[in-house]
């Protein structure tokens, strides 16, 4: 960030932006390194594993932060996000989503590899013996509702900002990172009163990892729409120039369909089978 910008000093006359040199990517490939071994040794019934995680993390975190206000400086203070900088980084939040609809979609193959060709290991049948699906229309239900409506929230928010409407966008923008934590509490208390584990069957390490992963974007997308709760506090954001909010708008549209297909698939499809 006090480096000298090369782009302005020799004045080039192009639409890109130049990237000054970084240390932040090498700190963060780093970082999450060690975050990742951490994990691996915690695994591992390492003494100092737990311990090994928190710094890792702490580190991280530290790193990110530093990156992140690095390109909120380039974007906001040095105005290097121009017009085609802007496309090219939807093109990039467009492509990071798509990986990530590839990602849940291995997990829905999973999911329905194991419910409709139960393997005898489970007793041929699905959901297996033993495991009690949660009611689909008690907490998950309620968590369906509460994105569905952070979906309406944040697209009100967006629209208040093209229209240059401050408060409105401040004040639906809360009421989104409201619902984000809210969603998680009842996640969390969802899981505390389970009658299964991830180590029950392939159905509690399928129900686990996909819920699980859909929570940890839930979480990073509340952090996201906190980030960018605090730029507008700060005037960071125009109506003409807030290409940071439309990525975290379209990072949370996403958050808010896999769950529906998470709901509809993993809670309504396991309680049918049940039921019948």
Same mark, same amino acid.
């Given at each position: 960030?006090?480096?000298?910008?090369?782009?302005i000093?020799?004045?080039?006359?192009?639409?890109?932006?130049i990237?000054?040199?970084?240390?932040?990517p090498l700190?963060?490939s780093?970082?999450?390194y060690?975050?990742v071994?951490?994990i691996?040794l915690y695994?591992?019934f390492?003494?100092?594993?737990v311990?090994h995680?928190?710094l890792s993390?702490?580190?991280?975190?530290?790193?990110?932060?530093?990156?992140f206000?690095?390109?909120?400086?380039e974007a906001t203070?040095e105005?290097?996000?121009t017009?085609?900088?802007?496309s090219?980084?939807?093109?990039?939040?467009?492509?990071?989503?798509?990986?990530?609809?590839?990602f849940?979609?291995?997990?829905?193959?999973?999911?329905?590899h194991?419910s409709?060709?139960p393997?005898?290991?489970?007793?041929?049948?699905?959901?297996?013996?033993?495991?009690?699906p949660f009611?689909?229309?008690?907490v998950?239900l309620?968590?369906?509702i509460?994105?569905i409506?952070?979906?309406?929230?944040?697209?009100?928010?967006?629209r208040?900002m093209?229209?240059?409407l401050?408060?409105? !966008?401040i004040i639906?923008?809360v009421?989104t990172?409201?619902y984000?934590?809210?969603?998680?509490?009842?996640q969390?208390?969802e899981y505390?009163?389970?009658?299964?584990?991830?180590?029950d069957?392939s159905?509690?390490?399928? #129900? #686990?990892?996909?819920?699980g992963?859909?929570?940890?974007?839930?979480?990073?997308? !509340?952090?996201?729409?906190?980030v960018?709760?605090?730029?507008?506090?700060?005037y960071?954001?125009?109506k003409?120039?807030h290409?940071?909010?439309?990525?975290c708008?379209?990072?949370?549209h996403?958050?808010?369909?896999v769950?529906?297909?998470?709901f509809?698939?993993?809670?309504?499809?396991?309680n049918?089978?049940?039921l019948i």
């Amino acid at each position: 960030m006090f480096l000298k910008n090369w782009n302005i000093a020799k004045n080039e006359q192009h639409p890109y932006h130049i990237l000054n040199p970084s240390p932040w990517p090498l700190f963060t490939s780093a970082n999450l390194y060690l975050f990742v071994l951490s994990i691996v040794l915690y695994f591992h019934f390492y003494i100092w594993g737990v311990n090994h995680i928190i710094l890792s993390f702490i580190t991280l975190v530290i790193t990110l932060s530093g990156w992140f206000s690095d390109i909120v400086f380039e974007a906001t203070f040095e105005g290097q996000h121009t017009i085609k900088v802007q496309s090219n980084i939807l093109q990039g939040m467009f492509l990071f989503i798509l990986s990530e609809v590839m990602f849940f979609f291995a997990f829905f193959w999973s999911f329905f590899h194991f419910s409709i060709t139960p393997s005898i290991w489970v007793g041929g049948v699905w959901p297996p013996i033993g495991i009690s699906p949660f009611d689909p229309l008690a907490v998950p239900l309620l968590n369906t509702i509460i994105l569905i409506s952070s979906g309406f929230s944040v697209t009100w928010s967006h629209r208040a900002m093209i229209l240059g409407l401050r408060k409105e !966008t401040i004040i639906s923008l809360v009421q989104t990172i409201f619902y984000g934590i809210i969603f998680t509490i009842f996640q969390a208390y969802e899981y505390n009163s389970a009658s299964f584990s991830i180590n029950d069957t392939s159905y509690g390490s399928v #129900f #686990f990892l996909l819920t699980g992963f859909h929570g940890l974007h839930v979480i990073i997308g !509340t952090i996201f729409l906190i980030v960018c709760f605090i730029r507008q506090i700060f005037y960071h954001f125009f109506k003409n120039h807030h290409i940071g909010f439309v990525c975290c708008v379209w990072y949370w549209h996403f958050v808010d369909v896999v769950w529906i297909f998470v709901f509809f698939i993993i809670y309504c499809w396991s309680n049918f089978w049940n039921l019948i």
